[in-house]
C-alpha cells in the first residue's frame, strides 16, 4: 500500500509559478512510475506529467510542455511539479498518482492516488 500526499498548491497570478509536492510512504518509492494529473470543475481528470522510477524518461500533455517540469527524488521519497507561466486555464484540483511498471498517461492506470490539492490561477 503507497500513500500520497500532495502539497504546494494555492492561489497564484497569471504568469506565476508554484511548486507542487508530492510526498510517498512507500518504502520502495523508486519502484514506481509517478504521474501527476488535474481536474478542472465539471470536467475529466486529464494526465499533466509523468516521470518513470529512474526519473530518466519524463513526458508532458501539449498544454504544459515548456512550461511545468516534473522531477523526482527517490531519497526523499518524492516527486515535484514545477509550474511556470501559469495560466488561469490551469487551474483544479491536482492529483499526484503511482503505479508499478512503465510510465504511462491513462489514469485508469495508476494504483494509487492523493486526495489532491488546489490550485488557482487568477487572471
Known amino acids: 500500500q503507497v500513500q500520497l500526499v500532495e502539497s504546494g498548491g494555492g492561489l497564484v497570478q497569471a504568469g506565476g509559478s508554484l511548486r507542487l509536492s508530492c510526498a510517498a510512504s512507500?518504502?520502495?518509492?523508486?519502484?514506481?512510475?509517478m504521474g501527476w494529473f488535474r481536474q478542472a470543475p465539471g470536467k475529466e481528470r486529464e494526465f499533466v506529467a509523468g516521470?518513470?522510477?529512474?526519473?530518466?524518461?519524463?513526458t508532458y500533455a501539449d498544454s504544459v510542455k515548456g512550461r511545468f517540469t516534473i522531477s523526482r527524488d527517490n531519497a526523499k521519497n518524492t516527486v515535484y511539479l514545477q509550474m511556470n507561466s501559469l495560466k488561469p486555464e490551469d487551474t483544479a484540483v491536482y492529483y499526484c498518482?503511482?503505479?508499478?511498471?512503465?510510465?504511462?498517461?491513462?489514469?485508469?492506470?495508476?494504483?494509487?492516488w492523493g486526495q489532491g490539492t488546489q490550485v488557482t490561477v487568477s487572471s
Open positions: 498518482a503511482a503505479k508499478t511498471g512503465s510510465m504511462v498517461v491513462a489514469p485508469d492506470r495508476y494504483d494509487y
Open positions: 516521470i518513470s522510477w529512474s526519473g530518466i524518461s519524463t
Open positions: 512507500a518504502r520502495t518509492f523508486s519502484v514506481y512510475a
